[in-house]
């Protein structure tokens, strides 16, 4: 077995999205190559409700999937093809664009306050960026946890783990997706494809990923890691990239730590990407835009 050395470790950026959410970027826009076939990250936990009952109304997508992954509060959702829905706590939703889909998202908090969640953006190959639009709405109790006798749990959205299957499928980059909670104290191995890119993002807790020279610290949330709900103090977001090698080992801290660990196949394709349409050329990214303008935009541009 290879240990996955620690490329680097960068905070999330606070940022503002959609008619004025603030939120923090894990990664997105600029080079995100590192990260292929996964583009942006974004962290919207807040308790402040004025900082995302805004939400993000009504606006295009082609050429990507989108996974929203809700810890606290419901976002609504409702798009061009007339679905209408709601995911809360523990839900997910796996949105493919293809070839064009305009929605809107709005996140309400809970009784609290708080909207807790994630949204991920898995870029799709050129054979498909033109494919059907569709919704996979995963409700919390259809996501399997895997429990460990040292009192490990992992939440599995989507791919393989020690022989279970998460409930979303039919993904072109076959990515595996986990919500991971690691005991107080406990060194922890989790096995990740060599070929794949991988990365992990910590919310709750303290914890050292092993690295090929030593453990590194990583500044997180302190507090609450084993609770359904996460904290409601906010604190350092971290992202830790990995490079090659087919594990990952990390050394919680002695509150626990939680983190998602994402891994998926490199499209290694070119990248055309301005704002919520991502393309392989310019030339097909402002026909997209030629298309919205036209008002042929969800048929294609009418082929």
Known sequence: MSLRPVKRI????????????????A??????????????????RSDVPADYLAGFPWHPHRGIETVTYVLAGS???????????????????????????????????????RMHGFQLWANLPAALKMTAPRYQEIKAADIPEIADSDGTRVRLVCGNFRGARGPVDGIAAEPTYLDVSVPPGLRKTLPVETARSAFAYIFAGAGKFCNASGPLAVPTESAGWAETAPPPETGNRSLILFDRGDEVTVQAGDQGVRFLLVSGKPLQEPVAWYGPIVMNTQEQLRQAFAELEQGTFLDGGGA
């Open 27 to 44: 990664f997105g826009f600029g080079d995100t190559s590192d990260f292929d076939p996964f583009l942006l990250l974004d962290d919207f």
């Open 75 to 113: 976002v609504e959702h409702g798009d061009s093809m007339g679905n209408r829905g709601v995911i809360a706590s523990g839900d997910v939703q796996w949105m493919t664009a293809g070839r064009g889909i305009v929605h809107q998202e709005m996140p309400k908090g809970d009784e609290a306050g």
């Open 10 to 25: 960068v905070q999330s950026k606070p940022t503002v999205e959609g008619a004025g959410v603030h939120l923090r970027r």
